[in-house]
C-alpha cells in the first residue's frame, strides 16, 4: 500500500468516528444507504466490467500498441480525443478500461485524451443538453471542454 491510499485510509477513518461522535444515527442511516445503492449497482459494475474484459480480449494488444501507443503521438491522442466524444461510458467504468488499455501498451496522452473526453464531453447526450440548456449553452461547453480535455492530455504526457 503506498502513502497515498495509506493517507485516505487514515483520513477516512478520523471522518468517520468524527461523525459517528456528532451523529451516531445519520452515519449509520448513511451506511445503510450507501449499502444499498451498493447492492443494486453490483450487478450492473460485474456486467460492464465483463464487457471491458470481453472488448479486450478480442482487440489484440498490438492493435491498442499501434492505434494508441505508436510514433504518430499526436494523431493518436486527437483521434482517441474523438472516439472518447462519442462513446457514453460510465466514470466508474472509464478508469479501470483506460488503466488496462495502458496496460496492453497504449500511451498516456492518447489515454488521457480518451478518458477526459469521455467524461467531460457528451456528443451522444448533446441533444438532450441542447433541450435542457439551449443550443449555444451546449456548443459552447462540449467545445471548451474538448479543447481542455486534449490540453489535459498534453500535460499529462509531459508530466507522466
Known amino acids: 500500500m503506498d502513502i497515498f491510499t495509506l493517507a485516505f485510509w487514515i483520513i477516512t477513518l478520523i471522518l468517520f468516528l468524527i461523525s459517528i461522535k456528532k451523529d451516531k444515527k445519520k452515519t449509520i442511516d448513511s451506511m445503510k444507504m450507501s449499502r ?28 491498442i500498441k499501434n492505434y494508441m501507443g505508436g510514433n504518430h503521438i499526436f494523431i493518436s491522442t486527437f483521434i482517441s480525443a474523438l472516439v472518447g466524444s462519442i462513446t457514453l461510458i460510465p466514470a466508474f467504468v472509464a478508469f479501470p478500461l483506460v488503466g488496462s488499455l495502458v496496460d496492453k501498451g497504449a500511451s498516456i496522452m492518447p489515454a488521457a485524451a480518451f478518458l477526459t473526453t469521455l467524461t467531460m464531453v457528451g456528443i451522444v447526450t448533446f441533444s438532450l443538453e441542447k433541450r435542457e440548456f439551449g443550443l449555444k449553452f451546449a456548443l459552447t461547453r462540449n467545445t471548451l471542454s474538448f479543447i481542455f480535455a486534449v490540453l489535459i492530455s498534453l500535460v499529462m504526457g509531459v508530466i507522466i
Not at 456486467?47 to 498490438?62: T, V
Open 36 to 63: 444499498n445503492m451498493m447492492k443494486n449497482m453490483m450487478g450492473e459494475i460485474i456486467g460492464i466490467l465483463f464487457l471491458i474484459g470481453l472488448i479486450l480480449s478480442f482487440i489484440p494488444p498490438e492493435t
